[in-house]
């Protein structure tokens, strides 16, 4: 059962915390305030009192209970803490000032475009391992860093996560709750700031700390209530999750809202807003309750202890290198299952991940190759793809996620802060298109594509054969940002050599002449559909070429332009995706500033539905006879 927790003497390791220590604590706590103020009033906005409201917490975080280096922030054995309520930058930026780390008066540079104080986290800062700030997405990247730690660095790191009371309505906090009590993350601390006040009105459960307890105890935690403001308590609560085997433990703070601000606190509407006209009576008022007049005390007492293992990761290659015979029918996701089991071979740091589509996307074969090595993050997509970032975290694992193509949309915004997180993260989606058949349109990933070639960071691969997908996913677990992989359900003939060299941003032409008068660019099943179209218009009398993208971001805009003028200028883009956003927009985009290209796009225009694969791509205007007609249309024009 959780309990409530109030001061008094608290080990902490040999020491116990004296009045002396307390008095240190909580001057602290109050210098983190004025610095908040400070800060947001130079640059005119931010959230004082979001930060106000977790300043105990932040000074016994850091000046009491975690182990770093400030000399080294991203030292793999230290702890780590995740600011998952991100509007509380400037309270994480002044306890890092406080700690040494930089002058205090580079806190006046807060949200300028000079500065990498950014409105919220992001690792342009090395005391910042992930962007923060878009709500609800940091304890999972949190699950995912204690994860590495519990069970593959295996080292005594502990993780941290701040979450806001506020953002606990998002669902992914659950889905993380729920995978860190699965788990049995006795290593990591979430530590609620219960302030009671929302961005426009008071949180749904207030300060009703029975309900969070009972809550977060059904979710396998050990659940602590504390008074947020009081240190003693504080370091009690965390000397505790120290000692706690076999959960995480989760840290219920009661908080005000500006607290320890003369006619500010616990007040509503004034989230987000500096102080304004009241920021020097707010700061008098704070001041006079600091013991301790001068420089902070104290520093991080707790020494590290450097049990995290070396890792390398750099140029992870196959084990072996692919293995098929040309015309041999293999799906793409089952390649991809076997290239994720020679990927691990090597490297044993390359982890699996999925939501329970593992039989369907075929990692289920580096579950059974390898067990320790593969996570069921099961039907929660949002946490699955934050899991996969903090397991990337500070470069302990290559992490490939996986799941249907389609799903991968609840994790959008995950993704997006993904790519300002600067993470390295696997994404494989399978399942793609109308040629899945009979399932129907909610399974057909059919907007996968344009959503991953909007992220800045992303390669976007779209592999046509077993070979191709092998070598993808080679060139992902050696290439920076984001990857997507997207992967097929039908299986599809082997179209290249099993020594065929592939590249970034390098296309392969698959079947050409001298003659050629249109050049057709298909993927997967629908370069099937061209190569088929291509041999029925041949043998008409018409020859065209066929190309295969391989990656569609970066696309080969050198290699296109060429074969498009050795075959006239003419384009034919056929794609199992809408064209919003797919592989014809990314040519068009290719050529827009080519005189004498022209493009026609066949895609599918409409939502579909179910049925077999065949029919499908003819109803929806990509099969071999519309392809063949397209190239008919466009050599006149």
Same mark, same amino acid.
């Given at each position: 059962m959780g309990c409530t927790l109030s001061g008094g003497f608290v080990g902490s390791g040999s020491k116990m915390i004296d009045q002396d220590r307390k008095t240190k604590l909580e001057d602290i706590a109050n210098r983190l305030r004025i610095l908040s103020i400070k800060s947001t009033e130079a640059s005119k906005s931010g959230h004082p009192t979001s930060c106000a409201s977790m300043a105990e917490i932040m000074s016994v975080l850091f000046f009491h209970t975690m182990r770093y280096k400030v000399s080294e922030p991203r030292d793999p054995s230290s702890d780590r803490f995740i600011l998952s309520k991100g509007h509380g930058a400037p309270i994480l930026y002044a306890a890092w000032a406080e700690a040494g780390l930089f002058?205090?008066?580079?806190?006046?540079?807060?949200?300028? %475009?000079?500065?990498? #104080?950014?409105? *919220?986290?992001?690792?342009?800062?090395?005391f910042v391992d992930v962007a923060t700030g878009s709500l609800g997405q940091g304890l999972s990247v949190a699950c995912g860093m204690a994860y590495v730690g519990k069970n593959y660095d295996?080292?005594?790191?502990?993780?941290?996560c701040m979450v806001g009371d506020g953002e606990s309505?998002?669902?992914?906090?659950?889905? =993380? #709750?729920? &995978?860190?009590? %699965?788990?049995?993350?006795?290593? #990591?601390?979430?530590?609620?700031?219960?302030?009671?006040?929302? /961005?426009?009105?008071? !949180?749904?459960?207030? *300060?009703?700390?029975?309900?969070?307890?009972?809550?977060?105890?059904? &979710?396998?935690?050990?659940?602590?209530?504390?008074?947020? *403001?009081?240190?003693?308590?504080?370091? +009690?609560? &965390?000397?505790?999750?120290? /000692?706690?085997?076999?959960?995480?433990?989760?840290?219920?703070?009661?908080?005000? +809202?500006?607290?320890?601000?003369?006619?500010?606190?616990?007040?509503?509407?004034?989230?987000?807003?500096? #102080?304004?006209?009241?920021? @020097?009576?707010?700061?008098?008022?704070?001041?006079?309750?600091? +013991?301790?007049?001068?420089?902070? /005390?104290?520093?991080?007492?707790?020494?590290?202890?450097?049990?995290?293992p070396a890792v390398d990761i750099s140029n992870v290659e196959l084990s072996s290198p692919p293995n098929y015979e040309k015309g041999q029918k293999v799906a793409t996701r089952q390649a991809y299952g076997t290239a994720l089991t020679k990927l691990s071979e090597n490297n044993p740091r390359v982890i699996g991940l999925d939501g329970d589509t593992k039989n369907s996307t075929f990692s289920i074969?580096?579950?059974?190759? &390898?067990? @320790?090595?593969?996570?069921?993050?099961?039907? =929660?997509?949002?946490?699955?793809?934050?899991v996969g970032i903090g397991l990337a975290c500070r470069d302990r694992t290559i992490a490939f996620c996986s799941t249907f193509a389609a799903f991968f949309t609840r994790a959008f915004d995950q993704l997006r802060m993904g790519a300002i997180s600067q993470t390295n993260l696997n994404c494989v989606g399978s399942h793609v298109g109308v040629s899945i058949g009979e399932d129907g349109p909610s399974q057909m990933a059919l907007e996968d594509l344009a959503m991953f070639r909007s992220l800045p960071t992303a390669?976007?691969?779209?592999?046509?054969?077993?070979?191709?997908?092998?070598?993808?996913?080679?060139?992902?677990?050696? !290439?920076?940002g984001i990857c997507f992989i997207r992967t097929s359900r039908p299986a599809t003939e082997v179209v290249y050599d099993n020594d065929h060299k592939f590249e970034l941003g390098k296309a392969n032409v698959i079947r050409q002449s001298n003659s050629d008068k249109v050049l057709v660019i298909g993927a997967c099943i629908t370069l099937r559909e061209a190569l088929k179209a291509a041999k029925e218009l041949g043998e008409g009398g018409m020859n065209v070429r066929v190309m295969d993208l391989f990656t569609i971001k970066p696309i080969d805009k050198e290699g296109i332009i060429k074969n498009a003028k050795?075959?006239?200028?003419?384009?034919?883009?056929?794609?199992?995706?809408?064209?919003?956003?797919g592989m014809g927009e990314a040519v068009m985009s290719a050529v827009a500033l080519e005189r004498g290209i022209v493009v026609k796009m066949l895609a599918v225009q409409k939502v579909p539905r179910s049925g077999k694969c065949d029919d499908l791509l003819e109803m929806f205007g990509i099969s071999t006879s519309h392809i063949v007609k397209a190239c008919k249309e466009i050599s006149e024009v």
């Open positions: 002058p205090a008066e580079d806190l006046m540079n807060l949200r300028k %475009i000079d500065s990498d #104080l950014e409105g *919220h986290p992001t690792p342009r800062l090395n295996k080292a005594s790191y502990r993780t941290y309505a998002e669902g992914s906090i659950w889905e =993380a #709750l729920s &995978f860190a009590g %699965i788990k049995r993350l006795d290593n #990591l601390v979430v530590i609620f700031d219960i302030n009671r006040l929302g /961005q426009s009105e008071p !949180t749904a459960f207030q *300060h009703d700390m029975d309900t969070y307890r009972k809550r977060l105890e059904t &979710f396998g935690f050990n659940a602590l209530v504390v008074d947020g *403001h009081d240190v003693e308590a504080l370091c +009690k609560a &965390f000397h505790e999750a120290a /000692q706690t085997k076999g959960k995480p433990t989760a840290i219920l703070a009661k908080t005000y +809202k500006g607290r320890g601000f003369p006619g500010i606190e616990d007040e509503d509407n004034w989230h987000g807003k500096p #102080l304004g006209g009241k920021a @020097e009576d707010v700061i008098s008022a704070i001041e006079a309750r600091v +013991k301790n007049a001068g420089p902070n /005390q104290l520093v991080p007492e707790k020494p590290l202890k450097p049990d995290a074969a580096l579950m059974k190759k &390898f067990p @320790e090595r593969y996570i069921e993050c099961f039907i =929660a997509e949002q946490n699955l793809v934050g390669t976007v691969f779209y592999p046509s054969d077993a070979v191709s997908t092998e070598r993808a996913c080679e060139l992902a677990a050696q !290439t920076k050795e075959c006239g200028g003419r384009i034919v883009v056929v794609e199992d995706h809408y064209p919003e956003g």
